[in-house]
């Protein structure tokens, strides 16, 4: 059925089910089969890693070296897009890419032009909300038309500014690279019929991540009848808060009239145990298609959960675990998984108090670390001055006497003349600068004006090499302690990404390898310098998405963690923290544990939890449970302690039953409410019909309940 479909199809594949594996043997099929030519078959995925991934695929079944397909990511595709045809839609040659950072500094400039403070307008709130509009194809004068409200109203103007100074800047972000792309394809039929007769076949991976700018591009290119294979999994969308849409998956033949639906559900990664427990708990999910996976590798071990009194004895048993299993296991072998940053404090201390190697999966990334960050400003001044933001960066990096006061002076007489700040320097527009201020400006243009002439005479590697002796950037670090040390290593580190990618773009008859590099180094992602080999993996959910190990620990497991409580209480987010969940069981190949803590130190202090609600759906038959010794030992809590819930004081009130009119309600009971659904109590306060009841319902999630309006009925 797959290999023979033409049209539009979409490919459940649930986890482990060879979804890369799927989509390779499809293009491999194409071109070996039907004899397609392959310059004509297109793949699309979301991360680096997956698209290399794909692509070492495609080129072993295929034996086409190098592989003239495209392959790559939806920014990857949308930039390449926007190098060739992007003056159609008003872009210039050789724009920036501007990351967050430089977004930031963005919004904090536009904020100053419309005299909006940062204390009463957060940056990155704002920037969220320009993001969020962009990604749903919202451009400035509808964004403004649509304001409701004191908040919305400024953004509306922030963003007109925040867009005016990217204009400016010849910069896109991130999110511009998709809307200019579905601007183009929408806007200028020749240039879409012509690409539509290019792509013959266009295949899309994590369909259920993509969002409502990703689906038109998709649509734009394919055509609603056209040759699509999306390949998804609805129960592993994890990214809502990115703006992804699950409908896109969920409502596939919309888009798409006609398309066939196929499952894949044999899974080839995970125990038979952990895929029915991991299915058990998605199953609680109302929004989605359904599959069951199975698998013929066995049954596998039970899934053990342990019940900790506190995350240091949560800590100890998860290191004491794997060190039992490293007869078994290598550590590289190994994950643990965390839904936030802030749960890998007690786990490293404990790894490093046990001296076990690991490696953290969620530190600042190579390209984002601020020296070279730098160089790459550097690299983006000289290619394009108009670039504001890399300018405003290097302008005074190493110090030469730019202070701040001149800066604000050169981006004062730079809004007044509507110029750029290279025009106000280009143009020597400096006579009412002091003599001083003025002059270290000057340098500073004649530096980037030598380094413009010595990228045409020199190749990147050693023009690199000169900029660094000619700014003085190398000298800052040349001193004897770690830190310098440290930021010097990467410099150097540095220099060797560059060499590497120049030689091996030069061999595929690259031209312009600047412009390629700074692309590059704007798109990889964090994921990309996992180095597993090195120890035990440590990181979040999140970025585990996409990966697998054969044994994998999953600690916290606690309401206000997973669910975690930004996520919210609606249904929605609650099936999202699910689905995170279930991403992560299935990352286990062989061993899954996991864990619960009774209390938790936050913010210093200790605070009484909650188990998951998601433990109560794992199947008991499949599931060891050990009770920490621990558990009960805290003076700080009073009464019997249910594990389900929390102690006495902290369910919000101190009666264990109260009566409600006819009703007596006891904490714990299942109750039943008519829109809510049903759910458990978990603390009561008061008495009659003012009291009020905290209430876990299956699927809404925690809410707070008044007793006379409540209308609830016993389980």
């Given amino acids: 059925?797959?290999?023979?479909?033409?049209?539009?199809?979409?490919?459940?594949?649930?986890?482990?089910?060879?979804?890369?594996?799927?989509?390779?043997?499809?293009?491999?099929?194409?071109?070996?089969?039907?004899?397609?030519?392959?310059?004509?078959?297109?793949?699309?995925?979301?991360?680096?890693?997956?698209?290399?991934?794909?692509?070492?695929?495609?080129?072993?079944?295929?034996?086409?070296?190098?592989?003239?397909?495209?392959?790559?990511?939806?920014?990857?595709?949308?930039?390449?897009?926007?190098?060739?045809?992007?003056?159609?839609?008003?872009?210039?040659?050789?724009?920036?890419?501007f990351d967050r950072e430089d977004?930031?500094?963005?919004?904090?400039?536009?904020?100053?032009?419309?005299?909006?403070?940062?204390?009463?307008?957060?940056?990155?709130?704002?920037?969220?909300?320009?993001?969020?509009?962009?990604?749903?194809?919202?451009?400035?004068?509808?964004y403004e038309e649509r304001a409701r409200g004191f908040f919305e109203e400024r953004a509306a103007r922030v963003y007109r500014a925040y867009q005016g100074l990217l204009v400016q800047a010849n910069g896109v972000d991130f999110d511009d690279m998709l809307v200019y792309a579905v601007r183009l394809?929408?806007?200028?039929?020749?240039?879409?019929d012509r690409?539509?007769?290019?792509?013959q076949y266009l295949l899309v991976d994590e369909y259920q991540d993509t969002n409502h700018v990703q689906q038109r591009l998709v649509l734009e290119l394919a055509g609603p009848g056209g040759n699509i294979t999306a390949v998804g999994d609805e129960d592993q969308g994890i990214y809502r808060w990115r703006g992804a849409d699950l409908d896109n998956i969920l409502e596939f033949e919309r888009s798409f009239p006609g398309a066939a639906i196929r499952k894949l559900e044999r899974n080839y990664r995970s125990t038979q145990n952990i895929l029915s427990a991991a299915g058990a708990v998605v199953s609680n999910n109302l929004r989605r298609r359904g599959k069951t996976l199975w698998t013929d590798t066995g049954k596998g071990e039970p899934l053990e959960l342990y019940k900790a009194g506190d995350e240091k004895d949560e800590a100890r048993w998860v290191v004491n675990t794997l060190q039992g299993l490293r007869g078994e296991y290598p550590l590289s072998d190994m994950g643990i998984l965390v839904r936030t940053n802030a749960q890998t404090r007690s786990l490293e201390e404990e790894l490093l108090r046990q001296s076990v190697p690991y490696v953290l999966v969620a530190g600042v990334r190579f390209y984002e670390r601020a020296e070279i960050k730098d160089l790459v400003a550097y690299l983006r001044a000289v290619r394009n001055p108009r670039d504001n933001v890399s300018l405003l960066r290097i302008l005074n990096r190493p110090p030469r006497g730019i202070g701040k006061a001149t800066q604000g002076q050169l981006e004062e007489l730079a809004a007044a003349e509507s110029m750029t700040l290279w025009d106000v320097l280009d143009k020597d527009l400096l006579g009412g600068f002091a003599t001083r201020a003025a002059n270290a400006l000057r340098r500073f243009h004649a530096l980037i004006a030598e380094s413009n002439e010595r990228l045409d005479e020199l190749p990147l590697p050693?023009?690199?090499?000169?900029?660094?002796?000619?700014?003085?950037?190398?000298?800052?670090?040349?001193k004897d302690d770690p830190e310098s040390q440290a930021k010097l290593e990467n410099l150097r580190e540095f220099l060797s990404a560059v060499q590497e990618f120049v030689e091996e773009r030069l061999a595929e008859g690259e031209e312009d390898v600047l412009t390629a590099f700074l692309d590059h180094a704007s798109l990889v992602a964090d994921i990309d310098g996992w180095h597993p080999e090195r120890g035990v993996s440590l990181m979040t959910l999140h970025s585990a998405k996409g990966l697998e190990?054969?044994?994998?620990?999953?600690?916290?497991?606690?309401?206000?963690?997973?669910?975690?409580?930004?996520?919210?209480?609606?249904?929605?987010?609650?099936?999202?923290?699910?689905?995170?969940?279930?991403?992560g069981m299935t990352r286990a190949r062989q061993r899954l544990f996991l864990s619960t803590c009774r209390r938790r130190r936050i913010a210093g202090r200790y605070q009484d939890q909650m188990e998951s609600q998601f433990l109560a759906e794992l199947p008991e038959e499949l599931t060891e449970v050990t009770e920490s010794p621990e558990l009960f030992r805290s003076p700080r809590?009073?009464?019997?302690?249910?594990f389900f819930g929390q102690a006495d004081e902290a369910l919000g009130g101190n009666d264990d039953t109260a009566e409600f009119g006819d009703l007596v309600v006891r904490r714990g009971a299942r109750v039943r409410h008519p829109s809510l659904g049903e759910g458990v109590v978990m603390g009561l306060d008061g008495e009659g019909d003012d009291a009020k009841l905290t209430v876990y319902f299956d699927h809404a999630g925690k809410r707070k309940l008044v007793a006379r309006y409540a209308n609830l009925e016993m389980v």
């Avoid at 049209?7 to 099929?29: E, H, K, N, Y």
């Avoid at 397909?69 to 926007?82: A, E, I, P, Q």
């Fill in 185 to 192: 394809l929408a806007d200028n039929a020749d240039v879409r």
């Fill in 462 to 478: 050693e023009f690199l090499e000169w900029l660094l002796e000619a700014t003085g950037y190398a000298d800052l670090y040349r």
């Fill in 549 to 583: 190990f054969p044994v994998v620990f999953l600690p916290g497991l606690e309401e206000g963690l997973l669910p975690h409580f930004n996520a919210g209480g609606s249904a929605e987010d609650i099936e999202e923290e699910r689905r995170l969940l279930y991403v």
């Fill in 103 to 142: 977004q930031i500094r963005l919004v904090k400039q536009a904020l100053e032009a419309e005299q909006l403070s940062e204390a009463s307008f957060p940056p990155k709130p704002l920037l969220a909300a320009i993001s969020s509009a962009k990604n749903r194809l919202i451009d400035v004068a509808t």
């Fill in 1 to 97: 059925g797959l290999r023979g479909a033409r049209g539009p199809q979409m490919v459940l594949a649930g986890a482990g089910s060879g979804r890369t594996r799927v989509i390779a043997c499809r293009v491999a099929w194409l071109i070996h089969r039907r004899g397609v030519d392959p310059h004509s078959v297109v793949a699309v995925t979301f991360t680096n890693k997956a698209a290399g991934e794909m692509r070492e695929r495609i080129e072993r079944l295929v034996g086409i070296e190098p592989l003239t397909s495209f392959v790559g990511t939806f920014h990857r595709m949308s930039l390449d897009l926007l190098r060739r045809y992007g003056h159609h839609v008003g872009v210039r040659r050789g724009f920036s890419i």
């Fill in 195 to 199: 690409l539509r007769g290019h792509i």
């Fill in 637 to 642: 809590v009073r009464g019997v302690y249910s």
